[in-house]
């Protein structure tokens, strides 16, 4: 008869988290010639600011555990090989759990939901530009471009940032009342690129009479300085004032 022994092994091998949140594998033991014994788990190689438990902290030889690798937002961002130990009556088993530590994307655009309550991080132009607190997408304040009376000509607010580490995505959402045709009035918003020097149309010229809250989406990427221009264009004609709600511009 084979004499008391046991086998440890983690599912899965690997695992990715951002920072601040956590993995969870399977740490199960395998017993053999009749291993009764109690195993006692631990982990250590951990990055700082993680910290690992286990549930529950020891087994019998045959039975599993959940480990709980947490991280915080002090956690430095990288790779790291966890050995995880199961120490029985006699002997002591390891395996090796390789968790990578990503960085919490930050929201790189100033004053994207207006909550100051004015224009603050952005540069405004043309005759309309201001912030409203009817009706906004989140929160208390949105910004306005245009008005509820005609205006004349197109009113913008544009800001430049450099996308943050982690962040794939510029958002943002608009509100459009535009009782004329798009030939004359219209809501659009352009990506410049400044690190490539190239422009995007990321909302085409559009024109609606209530189009409600629309979310627009569009790639970028980390390290580029980028610079968005929110428009809404009037054309002044008396009856028909069109006017842009914009909300929540955010990089994600």
């Known amino acids: 008869m084979p004499a008391a022994d046991f086998t440890i092994s983690v599912t899965p091998a690997s695992g990715s988290v951002i920072q601040g949140s956590a993995a969870t594998p399977t740490v199960a033991t395998a017993a053999s010639g009749g291993d009764t014994e109690t195993v006692s788990l631990s982990a250590s190689g951990l990055p700082a600011g993680a910290s690992a438990v286990f549930s529950p902290p020891s087994v019998t030889a045959g039975g599993s555990s959940i480990l709980t690798l947490s991280t915080t937002s002090a956690t430095p961002p990288g790779t790291y090989p966890i050995t995880i130990t199961g120490t029985g009556t006699a002997s002591a088993r390891t395996t090796t759990y390789t968790i990578t530590v990503t960085a919490t994307a930050t929201n790189a655009i ?143």
Do not use: M
Request: charged content about 10%; some cysteine; proline content about 6%.
């Open 110 to 252: 100033t004053n994207g939901g207006f909550e100051t309550g004015g224009l603050s991080g952005w540069t405004a132009a043309g005759p309309a530009a201001g912030v409203t607190t009817s009706g906004p997408h989140t929160g208390t304040y949105a910004a306005l471009l245009g008005s509820t009376s005609p205006t004349s000509g197109a009113s913008s607010i544009t800001q430049t940032f450099t996308a943050p580490a982690g962040s794939s995505t510029l958002s943002f959402w608009y509100n459009l009342t535009c009782p004329d045709t798009v030939a004359h009035d219209w809501a659009t918003a352009t990506l410049k690129d400044n690190t490539t020097g190239k422009t995007t149309t990321v909302l085409a010229k559009t024109c609606a009479a209530s189009s409600g809250w629309v979310q627009v989406s569009h790639a970028i990427t980390p390290g580029h300085s980028y610079a968005i221009t929110l428009t809404s264009k009037d054309d002044n004609r008396p009856g028909n004032p069109t006017y842009t709600k914009y909300d929540d511009i955010a990089t994600s």
